[in-house]
């Protein structure tokens, strides 16, 4: 990766929204990977490394979603539950089976006082649900916004950022929600 050419293509850019993916290495924040870790591809993993650091220092806005939650914690010095099942004594399947477009899985609680409330406009909110994995300790200057009933946490947010949200679920197939449609 060119860091220069990055740099352009960041400042050329309004904002972000960073997508979902494959499992970042453990490496990262310091673990040895979990029996169902799925890497991604190396090459993807360093170019999204890239691009979220190259973001953070421009302070542009962004929604990271799902993987994007997880690349934006670990890259501020968090970490990860590697396997919800395995790790946690959660009863929520984070890993939903319908995909389909409008299909939620769990309620997420949304703090008071967060960027993700005034955007939202509400303190509970039905959300799909396709992760096995979720931050474990926020990174600095991250701060939770949101949990399942299980205490998984569903949503970060930058702190001293004007916007900087990071969600686990999937607003994009919740179209016909405009209450996930604000994020956009």
Avoid at 5 to 25: N, P, S, T
């Amino acid at each position: 990766l060119d860091p220069e050419a990055l740099h352009r293509q960041v400042e050329a850019c309004d904002g972000f929204v960073l997508i979902g993916g494959a499992d970042i290495d453990p490496a990262r924040y310091n673990e040895e990977p979990h029996p169902k870790f799925n890497r991604m591809h190396p090459r993807r993993e360093s170019g999204d490394f890239a691009l979220v650091d190259e973001i953070m220092h421009s302070e542009k806005p962004f929604l990271a979603v799902c993987l994007g939650c997880q690349m934006v914690n670990v890259a501020v010095g968090g970490n990860l539950i590697q396997d919800i099942a395995a790790e946690t004594t959660s009863t929520i399947n984070h890993q939903q089976k319908d995909n389909t477009p409008g299909a939620t899985a769990h309620e997420v609680i949304i703090e008071k006082r967060t960027k993700l409330y005034d955007l939202l406009g509400t303190t509970t909110l039905r959300v799909n649900s396709r992760h096995h994995q979720a931050t474990k300790n926020p990174g600095k200057g991250l701060r939770i916004s949101a949990r399942a009933p299980d205490g998984i946490i569903e949503a970060l947010e930058l702190q001293e950022r004007p916007f900087g949200i990071a969600v686990q679920w999937h607003p994009e197939d919740l179209p016909d929600d405009p209450v996930h449609q604000r994020l956009y």
